[in-house]
């Protein structure tokens, strides 16, 4: 019970990408021509047919990141036209529909280029310095099956709202893509902000976010000059307020760091 | 013949989890250490289960195929999570839960596991809580419900349309905190693919990183699989393209049995087929259904009209008509095939005659827009990228798709498989949803098994064996498993064919849709069961897999993944063709009232049909595993 494609005008494009054997390797551009191309076809669809014909003719198909392809897993990470994630707004790679384009349009992709995102092979960048930051403080410790009752901690909706809109990244690494200092600001400020507005998360506060940053800054991302390149890319459009809330986080933490209780230094006891 | 002791406690239904919980093994603090697991695949189940062993003092091993653990499907699921938390005043209890589950899942689940699940769905939204996920509250404060398919309470907790994301983003921090202590060794862009088993107990992985192509061998006391589920075997489906079946296919061809694998959920919103470049379909939640109204026109003569166009008068709301107490919340196997009967009757409407509405006219009026907006505005936006379509001024068109398999491997109460050591959790065993899952619950699944279940169960399993911490992987069932896996790696690379993998799989999936998917027939199965294997020959002459094996090289992983899917494919027709009877979702037309609805057989088929591997080209062993109903009785399903 597979439709047949309604009749929608067809056009053609050419695709120029990024191709990168490995990681040592130097890296040039490709030009693929792409006919037939339907209007309600994703990009992605769109090079999993130009991967499909480069198959049949021998060559090396394009290594390309994805997996959902709903613009929530956030592997998909591709800079279209210069522009990470691509010509739309609020939206991932994988949700790129080929309507955006025009016939004749000649399309460049690269991978999401920062230091800190080595490429792996063509489209392919590795991420993992993000996963590092995670796992330096983007948690609030409960041991499983320690927790009280869901309801015995309010929380307002405005702050849970708040949360969720800082919650919604999905860890793509468009922010460091778009900003010239390659900087993970707006990654690591959803984060800190989710988890600090939240009254779960107020124990570990400062500790979390001067964890987190340190990590950002040994992973080789660079400082924020207030460019909001990021949060125009961000397929969630996450705010740079948050980068604003994250500052303040930052100094006070680092303020109240050196406020070290007595007995902090005394050992663990009897 | 492989045995299978569910090993469900004796006592009242009530008291068994808890009874059994004071009653199994434990290892304790000091030796937990000596002791190391590895899990394989990082969603909810998997997750929340090496976050939760490490706390217990485990030394853990996670392995999973995509970049980090956070993109693992369960991050796409939209709607809520079930919990019996009765903050509604509603009538919920633990009871009311394991009913409608078990209901729902149309007699064909373990009445012990579902209630089991039922019990700690309260404390999964505690933890969950606890970790900070935003869930979505009222002004004053407290969670907020919502109503899902299958139930007449509010008891499914939500963060917006993105509730998946946010569980699993809080059992990857709970991860990434032990991973950071060194408790758990993470291994991102690795997938396995054989499971080794010694003296008949699973110890072992082999894992190919997906970076590099090296082929590694890992060692371990217990192996837990939580590798989520099989749908892409049909091709288009609501799964991740990367979801697939190698971890638990390699397992079944190790020993492990594979319990009702035609169990497939079909669901019955997601957003029609455009074209045959198609990769993927979009799910709309299940929650729209809350406040959408599902239509066809009356008349076939208006399917072409604007849906604006077409009177009041002649429209037809055909869940409210013919499941008024349930309405447009029936359950996903009811929704979906109600949407087919629709559809087969002339009356589906778009480009394609295959589609339905999904109309938020009645809910705009009475909300307004903001607040239908503020309820649904993500998935509002999905629609639009897809369709170019504003679902605030004309309906939504949808149309079933595949999005969930009830089957997997078979494991007992403990979770553990019929291979001793070897462990399933979530989506990638068959234990909770019966032959249909309701709404909302695979989450609760996911993470009951991986925080509240295994921490307990595997317990009970280790404390009986000696730590093999130096157990050798140059033994020879790690090196003949290696040798294997490398061996297919270079049979695919050097395969002198022409056609590219995806057109194998476009192939099969048309096969399984056709045959297998959500009406079934004999001659229709027996038809696949001659189409499959034809297509399997083909593949093996005929794939062509470029690149080498030493890179990154997704066309390799792909044929893997596929080759895997045709035998699986065959397995499910097996499995759809043996059962002569219609449950859930496997609909057997041959076996329907005269009103279309599911004839169970339970005399013949009320029990687990566990398949077992007997060799390449053999014809696998059907065992079973016999329901008993103790407490609740087998009664025909009815949401009228």
């Known amino acids: 019970m597979v439709a047949s494609t309604p009749a929608k005008k067809l056009f053609s494009v050419t695709l120029r990408v990024w191709r990168q054997a490995s990681p040592a390797q130097p890296g040039k551009f490709a030009d693929y021509p792409a006919h037939n191309v339907s209007p309600d076809m994703s990009f992605l669809e769109l090079l999993d047919v130009v991967n499909d014909g480069l198959t049949v003719s021998n060559e090396e198909p394009i290594a390309f990141a994805h997996d959902c392809r709903e613009g929530i897993c956030g592997t998909c990470s591709c800079t279209i036209n210069g522009k990470p994630h691509g010509p739309g707004k609020g939206v991932a790679t994988c949700q790129v529909y080929m309507r955006s384009f025009q016939a004749g349009d000649v399309i460049v992709v690269e991978p999401f280029r920062a230091t800190a995102f080595p490429i792996i092979k063509d489209l392919v960048v590795e991420r993992s310095a993000f996963d590092k930051i995670q796992q330096a403080g983007g948690f609030i410790s409960a041991r499983t099956g320690a927790a009280p009752d869901a309801n015995s901690i309010l929380v307002s909706k405005a702050t849970a709202d708040l949360a969720m809109d800082a919650a919604a990244c999905i860890g793509c690494g468009a922010c460091v893509a778009a900003c010239k200092n390659a900087s993970a600001m707006l990654f690591v400020a959803a984060k800190v902000s989710h988890l600090g507005l939240m009254p779960q998360g107020q124990p570990e506060r400062d500790r979390r976010v001067l964890a987190m940053v340190q990590t950002m800054d040994e992973a080789g991302f660079g400082n924020c000059t207030n460019q909001y390149e990021c949060s125009a890319v961000c397929p969630k459009t996450i705010t740079h307020d948050f980068i604003a809330r994250l500052n303040r986080d930052y100094v006070g933490a680092l303020f109240r760091s050196k406020l070290q209780p007595v007995s902090a230094s005394a050992g663990g006891g009897a | ?640």
């Not at chain 2, 505690?126 to 996920?133: K, P």
């Not at chain 2, 090296?214 to 609501?238: M, Q």
């Not at chain 2, 190698?246 to 049995?257: F, H, L, N, P, S």
């Open chain 2, 1 to 640: 013949m492989a045995k299978l002791d569910s090993k469900i406690p004796f006592g009242p239904l009530a008291d068994k989890w808890q009874q059994h919980k004071t009653q199994i093994k434990l290892v304790n603090p000091a030796n937990k250490r000596k002791y190391e697991i590895i899990v394989v695949g990082a969603g909810l189940a998997g997750s929340s289960a090496a976050a939760t062993l490490a706390e217990l003092g485990y030394r853990v091993k996670s392995f999973v195929f995509q970049d980090s653990p956070r993109r693992a499907h369960s991050i796409a699921a939209q709607g809520g999570i079930n919990g019996t938390k009765n903050y509604q005043n509603d009538g919920d209890s633990v009871h009311r839960l394991f009913y409608d589950t078990l209901k729902g899942g149309d007699y064909r689940a373990r009445e012990a596991n579902v209630h089991r699940l039922a019990e700690v769905s309260a404390n999964i939204i505690d933890q969950c809580a606890a970790q900070g996920v935003p869930f979505a509250r009222e002004y004053s404060g407290h969670l907020a419900n919502r109503s899902f398919g299958g139930a007449q309470v509010s008891r499914t907790f939500y963060a917006r349309g993105q509730t998946g994301q946010q569980l699993l983003l809080g059992a990857y921090s709970a991860l990434s905190r032990m991973v950071g202590q060194g408790a758990v060794e993470l291994h991102p862009n690795s997938e396995m693919l054989d499971l080794v088993i010694v003296d008949g107990h699973a110890k072992g992985v082999i894992v190919r990183d997906l970076k590099t192509g090296a082929i590694t061998r890992h060692s371990a006391d217990a192996v837990i699989l939580a590798t989520g589920g099989y749908g892409n075997v049909f091709n288009l489906s609501t799964y991740a393209r990367q979801s697939n079946t190698t971890a638990i296919w390699r397992a079944y061809k190790r020993g492990a049995c594979m319990a009702n694998p035609c169990y497939t959920q079909i669901h019955p919103t997601c957003i029609p087929v455009s074209g045959d470049y198609q990769s993927k379909l979009t799910l709309m939640s299940e929650s729209l259904r809350n406040d959408g109204r599902i239509w066809v026109p009356k008349n076939k003569a208006d399917i072409k009209k604007e849906p604006s166009a077409i009177a009041e008068a002649d429209r037809d709301y055909y869940l409210e008509r013919i499941y008024p107490s349930f309405g447009n919340l029936a359950p996903r196997d009811v929704a979906s095939r109600a949407a087919m009967r629709m559809c087969d009757e002339g009356r589906g409407v778009g480009e394609t005659g295959l589609g339905v509405y999904l109309d938020f006219a009645d809910a705009i009026k009475r909300l307004g827009e903001p607040a239908v907006r503020e309820r649904y505005g993500n998935l509002f936006d999905i629609y639009h990228e897809i369709t170019a379509e504003n679902a605030y001024q004309a309906p939504m068109r949808i149309f079933p798709a595949v999005h969930y398999t009830m089957g997997g491997l078979w494991v007992d109460y403990n979770l553990m498989s019929n291979v001793p050591g070897l462990f399933v959790l979530g989506e990638a065993n068959f234990s909770d949803h019966g032959a249909n899952r309701l709404g909302a619950s695979a989450l609760m699944q996911g993470l009951a098994d991986g925080y509240f279940v295994i921490p307990y169960t595997i317990g009970d399993y280790l404390a009986q064996q000696k730590p093999s911490a130096q157990l050798n992987i140059n033994r020879p069932e790690f090196k003949q498993a290696a040798e294997s896996v490398s061996a297919q790696t270079q049979q695919l690379l050097n395969n002198p064919g022409k056609e590219p993998v995806s057109h194998f799989h476009k192939r099969l999936g048309k096969i399984m849709w056709e045959h297998c998917g959500m009406a079934r027939t004999k001659p229709g199965l027996e038809s696949a069961l001659q189409k499959i294997p034809a297509l399997r020959e083909e593949f093996v002459a005929n794939v062509k897999v470029p690149g080498s094996a030493e890179t990154l090289n997704q066309s390799l992983e792909k044929a893997g993944r596929v080759a895997d899917f045709i035998d699986l494919g065959e397995l499910m027709c097996r499995d759809a063709l043996t059962r002569e009877e219609s449950c859930g979702g496997h609909f057997r037309e041959e076996y329907q009232y005269p009103d279309g609805e599911c004839k169970r057989d339970d005399e013949k088929f009320g029990h687990v049909a566990a398949w077992e591997y007997q060799g390449p080209g053999q014809t696998p062993l059907r065992n079973i595993e016999p329901l008993n109903y103790e407490f609740t009785k087998m009664s025909v399903r009815s949401y009228k």
